[in-house]
């Protein structure tokens, strides 16, 4: 038997495709295919599918688009070829320009939403592309295994922690793009300056136990962090509710959208964000008496003029909470590790609130929710319409690192002293 040594866990193929040469497609292949990942179930991944194909949106690109293995081809095709047809799709995502958006869709699959195999696919490739031949003792031996592995590296975390990054993409599906009425170059202004950049770098998604919800797209085109009905959203009276109407500086970016159209964004890319937003807070509450929601942002140094907060010079970090979901001892925890670490802070100002999924909101005291946002100054500045990350951009990772952390011990913290026990997982 001839050996061939590959270290990850991706296909020899997609190892050498000059398409996937790059760290981010590299990264996001490796993820697809860990802990026997193969392909998310059907609803999710025909979903992920369909927000493809409209972010670019032209006839040759939807036509050239990897179908899922979904429906009667489930059948037909192998763990192998649905594994191998997600790494079309990301062939496809860096060939049209939207690896960013496959990027974020296929992160943010709720983990019960992936459809696992039964032994790393890829594995075949160490023993020379030949497919293993395990009896099904075998197969359920290897699974267990791995899966053991998972879970031995998630209960080093006892508190499941949810990232929820809102306003770090910068992609604006084609679709989108066409409905916004000022300029190119002025609409880049108020892309740079509404985005919280970089966040998803500060915020290490790759914890145990952990669910990263990245939403894929630009803020401007979709605000996943308003309410759904604008009678609900206090913001929508300046402009800026789901679907915002008017840029940072108060000029309309875009006009009214409503009826079908409305309906149909809405559809696309708000509602799937937040069902597997309520979805990974129900996985998390199954395995362990609490979860907590971290909702990830930054903000500008500078107030905008649309800001209700005009007060400067600007914290730090801002902390932000959620009535019963924000115990007074997480804000207690988190403006501690701030004043050690001499950074300023501020609860509530000058800007408030933290995600909960609606389901839980008011009512699930199990479900733990705080705001960080961090001060833009601290990490990077627009040169012009680009972002670019300052020398201190290391140093602000690891103290957002070290807060994350803090805040997940608080909450183990409190669960050992309300005697608040750790569920036995069900096996999978
Ligand atoms: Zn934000």
Redesign the pocket.
């Known amino acids: 038997m001839t050996t061939k040594k590959i270290r990850s866990n991706i296909s020899a193929e997609a190892a050498a495709h000059p398409l996937l040469a790059s760290d981010q497609a590299r990264s996001l292949l490796e993820y697809c295919a860990a802990d026997l990942r193969v392909c998310p179930t059907p609803e999710v991944w025909e979903n992920i599918a369909s927000r493809l194909k409209e972010s670019v949106g032209t006839k040759a690109a939807i036509r050239s688009f990897p179908n899922c293995l979904t429906g009667a081809a489930s059948f037909y095709f192998t763990d192998m070829h649905k594994s191998g047809c997600i790494e079309e799709q990301i062939v496809w995502a860096v060939q049209y320009g939207v690896l960013d958006i496959a990027d974020a869709l296929f992160r943010s699959v709720p983990h019960a939403q992936w459809y696992l195999g039964s032994v790393n696919l890829h594995w075949m490739d160490t023993i020379g592309g030949q497919v293993p031949r395990y009896n099904r003792a075998q197969r359920t031996q290897r699974r267990e295994k791995v899966l053991r592995a998972k879970a031995k590296r998630d209960a080093t975390e006892p508190v499941p922690l949810i990232l929820h990054i ?2 770090s993409r910068v992609a604006i599906p084609a679709s989108l793009k066409r409905e916004f009425v000022v300029r190119h170059k002025k609409l880049s202004a108020h892309l740079a300056a509404s985005t ?1 950049h970089f966040t998803d770098e500060l915020f290490d998604s790759n914890l145990p136990n952990t669910q990263a919800l990245i939403f894929p797209i630009r ?1 401007l085109a979709v605000d996943p ?1 308003r309410f759904e009905r604008d009678a609900l959203e206090p913001m929508a009276k300046r402009g800026l509710g789901v679907l915002y109407e008017r840029g940072h500086d108060g000029n309309v970016i875009r006009l009214p959208i409503s009826g079908a159209r409305r309906e149909e964004i809405l559809a696309a890319w708000y509602r799937p964000h937040h069902d597997w937003l309520t979805q990974s807070v129900d996985d998390a509450l199954g395995r362990a008496p609490r979860a907590l929601v971290i909702d990830c ?2 903000f500008p140094d500078v107030p905008f003029a649309m800001d209700a907060d005009q007060k400067v010079p600007r914290p730090d970090v801002c902390i932000g909470t959620a009535g019963i979901h924000t115990p007074v001892w997480l804000v207690r925890a988190a403006t501690k590790w701030c004043t050690s670490q001499g950074w300023s802070v501020r609860v509530d100002a000058p800007y408030s609130g933290s995600m909960v999924p609606l389901k839980h909101n008011s009512k699930d005291r199990r479900v733990l929710s705080i705001m960080i946002e961090i001060n833009r100054a601290r990490y990077m500045e627009l040169q012009g319409t680009q972002a670019v990350r300052r020398a201190s951009f290391k140093k602000c990772k690891r103290f957002v690192s070290g807060l994350v952390a803090t805040l997940r011990a608080a909450v183990a913290r409190d669960n050992a002293v309300n005697n608040l026990k750790v569920r036995k997982r069900k096996s999978p």
Do not use: G, M, S
């Open positions: 809102p306003h919280d803020r962090e942002h930054t």
